[in-house]
């Protein structure tokens, strides 16, 4: 069974930093991910993308609100994605979420098939 369980959410002030985790497992050859994204959703507004990695090669992509404060990156050993959170706004917070998808990825959430519950960032002014 495919699990996507995300942790490091949390309250800080506006400027501090968080690290997000999120922990796959029970994936198979035939359910295999190619690429692993984040997005978040604040309250009464649409899921948006934030940043994205192939994990095969690497290559990251990030939403342009974020650009130069998050960092998205993997440890393939563990199979866990981050997502180091600088410099945060008010702005940033929202519920954030991990998702896989078996080929090609973006910021659009309609690449994505396995979703876990999501963690909490809540950033104060």
């Known amino acids: 069974q495919v699990r996507l369980v995300e942790s490091g959410g949390g309250s800080v002030q506006a400027g501090g930093s968080l690290r997000l985790s999120c922990a796959a497992s029970?994936?198979?050859?035939?359910?295999?991910?190619?690429?692993m994204g984040w997005f978040r959703q604040a309250p009464g507004k649409e899921r948006e993308g934030v940043a994205g990695?192939?994990?095969?090669?690497?290559?990251?992509f990030y939403a342009d609100s974020v650009k130069g404060r998050f960092t998205i990156s993997q440890d393939n050993a563990k199979n866990t994605l981050y997502l180091q959170m600088n410099s945060l706004k008010p702005e940033d917070t929202a519920m954030y979420y991990c998702?896989?998808?078996?080929?090609?990825?973006?910021?659009?959430?309609?690449?994505?098939?396995?979703w876990g519950q999501g963690t909490q960032v809540t950033v104060s002014s």
């Open positions: 998702a896989t998808a078996r080929r090609s990825c973006g910021l659009g959430d309609y690449d994505y098939n396995y």
């Open positions: 029970g994936y198979t050859r035939y359910n295999m991910y190619t690429c």
């Open positions: 990695i192939y994990t095969g090669r690497g290559w990251t």
